[in-house]
């Protein structure tokens, strides 16, 4: 109604609120910032024999780490979504939803709910009783929430599942970090090809990277929280040309980027990596550096002359000849523009969430 105040919004997140920014966090603070909700709770993902927590990153969030009172095989995810319901989560009108096994325990009559599907995570390497947990929270939130994806793989798999295309928001970038940017001084010998991103053994190509350090000459750089296994981490540790960052901060991120020469994404191409709408499809784009990626994670659907996406056999020969060459020339979005087209759908009224 005109003159009413915004709504109060809970993020059920799948990821803890960190100096790591995710889709969820740049909408967040958006979201705040732009006077698009009145008040934000992050629920941060629980953990079993971890203590509750609650702070606040900045004006207008709290971040609330729950109870998980009992192990999520034993109806922990439920106990706690309960829990939420009558304390956290009691003052809110909309709950967004990332993690669909915890978030699905978060809804009540009379609160909006909206799915937010980042990755397909039911065709995530997963033992079978946790795709089993996906699918049964992911069939309650389909009768129960207006669903938000991010890519287009993933509508249309929804569309097949459930009967009904959901809209696609993308994700986008912080365009005033890369407009600042100082590029970072960087060890090693060039050229300096570099990975910004999480690094899982389920989507990145550990013998690809490996054989791109050992044929370009140069040094690949990885920069991003590992979450590999041991035997991938040896690997890419032995390797002399590859640089293991680690983590770094969301605000050092453009200073990383701009400072390769070329910027890669050897991802593994398979159904998991199909649905995701990469960050670093976007942040790639406004780095103004050449881009070479295997033909996932949302490269596959760019048309740019400055992104070489190609298949694994050509990626090292695709990967020497864009050193010094051409750069993206498309603009991305803002996270700014994107938060306030994702506020159309989380915000909007949806008869049937009453």
């Known amino acids: 109604m005109p003159g009413s105040p915004p709504p109060a919004v809970a993020c059920v997140s799948l990821e803890p609120w960190d100096e790591v920014w ?3 966090q740049h909408f967040a603070a958006q979201l705040v910032d732009q006077g698009l909700v009145s008040r934000l709770v992050f629920v941060e993902p629980p953990r079993l024999g971890e203590r509750p927590r609650r702070w606040s990153p900045r004006a207008g969030i709290d971040v609330v780490r729950p109870l998980l009172p009992a192990p999520k095989r034993l109806g922990g995810l439920r106990l706690a979504g309960a829990l939420l319901q009558t304390t956290d989560l009691r003052r809110v009108t909309v709950v967004w939803v990332n993690d669909a096994t915890l978030g699905r325990h ?40 207006t669903t938000i994806v991010c890519s287009e793989v993933l509508a ?5 599942r459930y009967g009904s295309r959901p809209p696609v928001v993308q994700n986008a970038v912080d365009l005033t970090a890369f407009a600042d940017v100082v590029p970072r001084q ?15 053994s389920q989507r990145i190509d550990v013998d690809l990277v490996l054989r791109l350090a050992r044929e370009i000459g140069g040094t690949v750089h990885l920069v991003g929280p590992a979450s590999l296994d041991d035997a991938s981490r040896q690997r890419l540790a ?16 453009p200073a990383w980027m701009t400072a390769m020469d070329v910027l890669v994404c050897p991802h593994l191409v ?29 490269f596959q659907l760019l048309d740019d002359p400055g992104i070489a996406v190609v298949p694994p ?19 991305p979005t803002g996270w700014a523009d994107r938060s306030r087209e994702f506020a159309q759908w989380l915000l909007a009224p949806e008869p049937s969430c009453a």
């Open 186 to 200: 960087l060890d090693g010998p060039g050229p300096h090809l570099g990975y910004v991103g999480t690094l899982h």
């Open 238 to 253: 032995g390797e002399p040309r590859v640089r293991l960052h680690g983590p770094v901060p969301a605000a050092e991120v």
């Open 106 to 145: 978060c809804l009540r009559r009379g609160v909006r709910a909206v799915y937010d599907v980042t990755d397909d995570w039911r065709t995530f390497d997963n033992p079978a009783y946790i795709r089993r947990r996906i699918v049964m929270a992911e069939d309650a939130l389909a009768r129960r929430a």
């Open 22 to 24: 995710r889709r969820n």
């Open 156 to 160: 249309q798999r929804w569309l097949e």
């Open 270 to 298: 398979n159904d998991f990596t199909l649905s995701l709408d990469a960050i670093k499809a976007h942040e790639y784009a406004a780095a103004g550096r050449p881009v070479v990626a295997t033909p996932t994670s949302g």
């Open 313 to 331: 056999e050509r990626f090292v020969a695709a990967a020497r000849l864009a050193a010094g060459g051409r750069s993206p020339v498309n603009r």
